[in-house]
């Protein structure tokens, strides 16, 4: 399995742009995470799905973020629209079973600059 | 929210020597992870220990468990200069929360 696909890896858009994040999660995975991460937060969790259906978009943001898993081996995370202070490295992971029953595979992150 | 908190922030230590970071939680748990996160990169699996157990062994990595403390150790034994990262504990309990991580140098 080539792991947890997302893309793009780096994305610079000009504020008020929409920008949409792909992640392709590990076949037969049931479980799909939205990570942000940054030097002043941290680690972030913005939604978790459990198959295919959200179960906790409590870290959302507001509405201009929202995510998407249509099937099980892709999912969306989008942002319109974009601003600033939305620059930082988001990451998709997914696992097996329920949320934190076993170890995530994260992806390689897009890197996403708001200028 | 769950999370884990990591103890020392940043930590810098000879090739050789170990390496020992602690995590701090605060309800009960059903398991510990750790995982890795080299610069530029996505966070790595390293291990997870269940609330039953009290010390787990991967390769040069040991984890322990204290329950009655709420409280985890990793232990990298014989550290090399590729073990450098940032390390992150998360504990579990149906949800998932990571910490600010600890910054691990390993000089040469």
């Known amino acids: 399995d080539a792991g947890v696909i997302q893309s793009p890896r780096h994305e610079v858009t000009e504020m008020g742009q929409e920008v949409t994040l792909r992640c392709k999660p590990i076949s037969g995975h049931n479980s799909l995470f939205w990570y942000r991460q940054t030097m002043m937060r941290g680690l972030e969790l913005l939604i978790y799905?459990?198959?295919?259906?959200?179960?906790?978009d409590s870290g959302m943001p507001e509405d201009r973020f929202s995510a998407k898993m249509p099937n099980a081996s892709f999912s969306t995370l989008k942002i319109q629209p974009s601003e600033p202070r939305d620059s930082a490295v988001y990451f998709c992971a997914s696992s097996l079973g329920d949320r934190g029953s076993y170890g995530y595979t994260f992806g390689s992150g897009t890197r996403l600059t708001v200028v | 929210s769950q999370q884990g908190e990591e103890d020392p922030q940043a930590l810098s230590i000879q090739e050789g020597e170990n390496a020992t970071m602690n995590c701090s939680y605060k309800?009960?748990?059903?398991?510990l992870q750790w995982y890795r996160q080299n610069s530029g990169r996505g966070l790595v699996h390293l291990i997870l220990?269940?609330?039953?157990?009290r010390e787990k062994h991967s390769g040069r990595l040991r984890v322990t468990l204290d329950t009655s403390k709420k409280s985890s150790s990793l232990l990298i034994t014989a550290s090399r200069a590729a073990d450098t990262a940032s390390y992150f504990c998360?504990?579990?309990?149906?949800?998932?929360?990571f910490g600010a991580g600890t910054r691990l140098t390993v000089k040469p």
């Open positions: 309800t009960s748990i059903n398991n």
């Open positions: 220990i269940r609330s039953n157990e």
């Open positions: 799905f459990n198959n295919n259906v959200p179960i906790d």
């Open positions: 998360a504990a579990n309990n149906n949800d998932m929360r």
